[in-house]
Every structure is written in C-alpha cells, then in structure tokens.
C-alpha cells in the first residue's frame, strides 16, 4: 500500500471554503496490465459547507478503478 499526501493546499470544489484532513481510506487501482495495488488517499471536510471529499492523485480517474494513461 502507497499513502498519498499533496502538498499544496486545494479549495473547496462547492464553496471554496477551507478543507481539512479527517482520516484516510483505501483505494484500490487496477494498471493497464491486470495488475492491482491499493493507495490510501486522505479524506477532507469542508469547513463551510461540511462536505466530505477524497484527494485523488493524477494517476487515478475518479469514479473508475482503472490508472488514467
């Protein structure tokens, strides 16, 4: 399992209010040969709007287990 952590600080994608890390889960990844692996990417909390959002790194594409090309 690889942990991913960005280090610049990203807006709320609703309201632009400030996010916050409240823990962590797993993310399984499927590369274009069959093989699979698992992240575990952060959970943020808008402080405004009390949203739940998940930090995705370039390789993933959201909603999909597949690595993006």
């Known amino acids: 399992m690889f942990s ?3 280090e610049e600080t990203i807006p709320c994608p609703c309201c632009q209010g400030h996010l916050v890390v409240v823990g962590s889960r797993r993310r ?3 590369k274009s040969s069959g093989d699979s692996f698992q992240l575990i990417i952060c959970r943020l909390r808008c402080e405004d709007c009390r949203r739940i959002h998940h930090e995705l790194p370039d390789l993933l594409v959201p909603y999909k287990r ?4």
């Not at 597949?66 to 090309?69: F, G, H, L, T």
């Open 66 to 69: 597949y690595q993006a090309d």
């Open 28 to 30: 399984g990844v499927i």
């Open 4 to 6: 991913v952590r960005s």
